[in-house]
């Protein structure tokens, strides 16, 4: 089972920037796929961004059209940690982000294609 913990939402003016982490346990973090989802109220949950493992020390992010550009998905395996980097931030951004590890590694886009999830963290752009 693995454990995830996402930390560093807020309240932050459009235009700005923020960086969000998950911190994840239970299993060899280095070869672990994650993604980063969203949901804003009266939505359903969205792809944003993931980072996925493809064997040996690679990786391959993949992003949602409506934050490419704008956000970064990166991670530090000697912390067990993954994180987004999200600037120039929209109001349309406003969302509870949430993430997600992939078990089988399949560099999905599908929520129901990730197996474990954090409890979310609240972003708010005002406008």
């Known amino acids: 089972q693995v454990h995830l913990v996402e930390s560093g939402g807020g309240l932050v003016q459009a235009g700005g920037s923020l960086r969000l982490s998950c911190a994840a346990s239970?299993?060899?973090?280095?070869?672990?796929?994650l993604g980063w989802f969203r949901q804003a109220p009266g939505k359903e949950r969205e792809f944003v961004a993931r980072?996925?493992?493809?064997?040996?020390?690679?990786?391959?992010?993949d992003y949602a059209d409506s934050v490419k550009g704008r956000f970064t998905i990166s991670r530090d395996n000697a912390k067990n940690t993954v994180y987004l980097q999200m600037n120039t931030l929209k109001p349309e951004d406003t969302a509870v982000y949430y993430c997600?590890?992939?078990?089988?590694?399949?560099?999905?886009?599908?929520?129901?294609?990730?197996?474990?999830w954090g409890q979310g963290t609240q972003v708010t752009v005002s406008a």
């Open positions: 239970g299993r060899t973090f280095s070869r672990l796929s």
């Open positions: 997600a590890s992939d078990e089988t590694n399949s560099g999905s886009r599908r929520s129901d294609e990730y197996d474990y």
């Open positions: 980072i996925t493992w493809t064997g040996g020390r690679t990786y391959l992010a």
